[in-house]
């Protein structure tokens, strides 16, 4: 039997997960008898937590957010200075309560409380790939970040650094486009050079890079239609310079899942991705803020116990 902690983050959803917490809590009590929770009061708070309830021996954390939730707690999985995982046999699970849910979205978790409770308790633990960011030039002053779903640098970095500003209780399911369509009007594509694991050097003006372990992000855009968690390989969506009515007009095809049909879209597979730009260009991930190119993308094989 599972010993269950569950992590809540009451200010996801613009602040309901805190005000319906009751319901959610009598849900998970359906399914578990038995389990701690805590809840969150800073951002990255819930890695620190999942990091000390992995030690004390907790095998079953379950999330109560979105998919920012979700990726803090699994960066607690690993060791923040090695990166070695805490416990290979624990795994995560998450309560859908979030404005940002694409990843659960894409892994088919039932927005019910009881039902996803259900899946928890029921379902298998599913390996799937972690992606991992590393920043600089310097080894020494490398620093390493973590992520689930999907990274991305230029247009859609600086797009999570415009609404950054907005409070998470303001922030709704279409901010992220409104943000888009603010962004764009001033945002240039980058030189951006590329060398991928398989020897592969390609060299451009991209108007975004993504980085993808999973297939949707930005509030339901289908950036990867082909991406899978546990297959091994990212894959690496490129998209070429593009007039602003030109982007306007092709967003539906972000919508629909049909981006890769699109001259101007490159997708390949890859394990290890590194990228530099002569410009400034920042990187997101998960939709948060990252650091800036150079980095280097690298993929780690089924390192995360996934309830689903």
């Given at each position: 039997m599972n010993k269950v902690h569950v992590?809540?983050?009451?200010?996801?959803?613009?602040?309901?997960?805190?005000?319906?917490w009751e319901t959610i809590k009598e849900a998970i009590r359906s399914h578990f008898r038995e389990f701690k929770y805590i809840f969150t009061e800073r951002p990255r708070q819930a890695t620190e937590i999942a990091r000390e309830l992995l030690r004390d021996g907790f095998d079953l954390l379950i999330g109560v957010g979105g998919d920012g939730t979700l990726n803090e707690i699994s960066c607690g999985f690993f060791n923040a200075q090695s990166g070695a995982a805490i416990n290979r046999d624990a795994a995560v699970g998450i309560i859908p309560s979030g404005t940002g849910s694409d990843f659960i979205r894409f892994m088919k978790i039932p927005r019910e409380f009881e039902k996803s409770a259900a899946l928890i308790k029921n379902s298998k633990n599913r390996k799937i790939d972690i992606g991992r960011i590393r920043y600089g030039r310097d080894a020494v002053m490398m620093k390493t970040q973590y992520f689930i779903n999907v990274a991305d640098f230029g247009l859609g970095a600086e797009v999570i650094r415009n609404i950054s500003s907005i409070q998470s209780t303001r922030r709704g399911a279409f901010t992220y486009y409104r943000g888009l369509l603010a962004t764009m009007m001033k945002f240039r594509?980058?030189?951006?050079?590329?060398?991928?694991?398989?020897?592969?050097?390609?060299?451009?003006?991209?108007?975004?890079?993504?980085?993808?372990?999973?297939?949707?992000?930005?509030?339901?855009?289908?950036?990867?239609?082909?991406?899978e968690p546990d297959d091994g390989y990212f894959d690496l969506v490129?998209?070429?310079?593009?007039?602003?009515?030109?982007?306007?007009?092709?967003?539906?095809?972000?919508?629909?899942?049909?981006?890769?049909s699109h001259p101007k879209v490159h997708i390949l597979k890859a394990r290890s991705i590194q990228v530099d730009s002569p410009d400034e260009v920042h990187i997101e991930y998960d939709g948060e803020m990252g650091d800036r190119l150079p980095a280097e993308f690298s993929i780690v094989d089924k390192a995360l116990n996934f309830r689903v």
């Amino acid at each position: 039997m599972n010993k269950v902690h569950v992590i809540v983050n009451p200010f996801s959803a613009r602040g309901r997960t805190g005000r319906r917490w009751e319901t959610i809590k009598e849900a998970i009590r359906s399914h578990f008898r038995e389990f701690k929770y805590i809840f969150t009061e800073r951002p990255r708070q819930a890695t620190e937590i999942a990091r000390e309830l992995l030690r004390d021996g907790f095998d079953l954390l379950i999330g109560v957010g979105g998919d920012g939730t979700l990726n803090e707690i699994s960066c607690g999985f690993f060791n923040a200075q090695s990166g070695a995982a805490i416990n290979r046999d624990a795994a995560v699970g998450i309560i859908p309560s979030g404005t940002g849910s694409d990843f659960i979205r894409f892994m088919k978790i039932p927005r019910e409380f009881e039902k996803s409770a259900a899946l928890i308790k029921n379902s298998k633990n599913r390996k799937i790939d972690i992606g991992r960011i590393r920043y600089g030039r310097d080894a020494v002053m490398m620093k390493t970040q973590y992520f689930i779903n999907v990274a991305d640098f230029g247009l859609g970095a600086e797009v999570i650094r415009n609404i950054s500003s907005i409070q998470s209780t303001r922030r709704g399911a279409f901010t992220y486009y409104r943000g888009l369509l603010a962004t764009m009007m001033k945002f240039r594509s980058k030189k951006v050079h590329l060398t991928l694991d398989d020897g592969r050097s390609l060299q451009g003006d991209y108007l975004i890079g993504a980085v993808a372990n999973g297939r949707i992000f930005g509030g339901g855009m289908v950036i990867a239609p082909g991406a899978e968690p546990d297959d091994g390989y990212f894959d690496l969506v490129l998209v070429e310079s593009m007039k602003k009515l030109e982007i306007v007009a092709n967003s539906r095809l972000l919508y629909s899942g049909k981006i890769a049909s699109h001259p101007k879209v490159h997708i390949l597979k890859a394990r290890s991705i590194q990228v530099d730009s002569p410009d400034e260009v920042h990187i997101e991930y998960d939709g948060e803020m990252g650091d800036r190119l150079p980095a280097e993308f690298s993929i780690v094989d089924k390192a995360l116990n996934f309830r689903v």
